[in-house]
């Protein structure tokens, strides 16, 4: 039993040695999809990585299943704990990765099996320090399509981030010491990544956004998207408000034709970042 700021834990630590990437995954509960998102790790085609597990007050089906999971997968770590939420748990779980990148990975997504691979690549020959990659999305079992749009992602600057997050929070990867410095607010139960992107985008660190999907993005009904959508708007209203001091460009939330108005303006902001060169973002 161990204890910090966040409360007492047990930890099954990995046996492995440091490796080059931590995948960090917290769960609670949903075993089906839980399955697959851990299938897509262990599928890797780059292997020197290790999984930082939490489980955050999981039913005991699904408990016993991560236990079982842990003793056959050395480079695992479990995190054993009672429910705190997803923001405090990624913090927790952070602490405790040694890679040199962290990946995150929610329990209901999969990896592309060349997705360390090709990050690893990116990082070789560029040393971005925050990462990103486009997802295939999934919608009630069906393939839908690709995000987001190339048009969303080639202007990205700050400013850009008032109308709302154009990052996917399952592709991110990120140096392990930026992560510990700049890491989740655990003000915000939910949209934590929201926040932790803006900060991105406001600091110096080098980013890069890979166009191939490298994550398969599932919604369903089940989603913490769909699930807690209000709790969710509720916290990126005031993200949105703490960083730009107004929602009014706040895509989410809004009617349909004010909608419509905020996305052509978004567009056309992302192509003036182009041409003044208030691009943040290495587009690759």
């Given amino acids: 039993m161990k204890s910090d700021a966040l409360g007492t834990f047990d930890v099954l630590p990995a046996t492995s040695e440091a490796p080059f990437f931590s995948f960090l995954l917290s769960v609670k509960n949903g075993l089906p999809d839980l399955k697959v998102a851990l299938a897509s790790i262990e599928a890797q085609t780059f292997t020197d990585w290790e999984l930082v597990l939490v489980n955050d007050g999981s039913d005991p089906e699904t408990s016993a ?13 479990l995190v054993i704990q009672e429910n705190m939420g997803l923001t405090r748990s990624l913090v927790r779980g952070a602490a405790l990765c040694r890679g040199q990148y962290i990946v995150r990975q929610d329990a209901d997504d999969e990896s592309d099996s060349r997705r360390l691979a090709e990050l690893h690549s990116v990082i ?20 839908d399509r690709i995000v987001p749009g190339l048009a969303l992602i080639t202007g990205i600057s700050f400013d850009s981030l008032r109308f709302g997050n154009v990052f996917v929070h399952g592709s991110l990867c990120i ?96 192509f003036l970042n182009v041409l003044t060169g208030k691009r943040r973002i290495d587009v690759i």
């Fill in 65 to 77: 299943f991560l236990r079982e999971f842990q003793g056959q997968e050395k480079r695992c770590t």
């Fill in 124 to 143: 070789l020959e560029k040393s971005p320090d925050v990462l990103a990659s486009r997802a295939q999305r999934w919608r009630d079992g069906r393939p």
């Fill in 175 to 270: 140096k392990r010491e930026h992560l510990l410095k700049n890491n989740y607010d655990i003000r915000w139960a939910f949209a934590q990544d929201y926040d932790l992107f803006i900060r991105l985008l406001r600091s110096p660190l080098k980013i890069a956004y890979l166009k191939r999907p490298l994550y398969v993005l599932h919604e369903n009904g089940a989603s913490l998207s769909r699930s807690q959508s209000v709790r969710q708007l509720d916290c990126a209203k005031s993200i949105c408000l703490h960083h730009f001091g107004d929602t009014r460009f706040l895509l989410a939330g809004k009617g349909s034709v004010e909608k419509a108005f905020l996305h052509l303006a978004r567009y056309l902001q992302g």
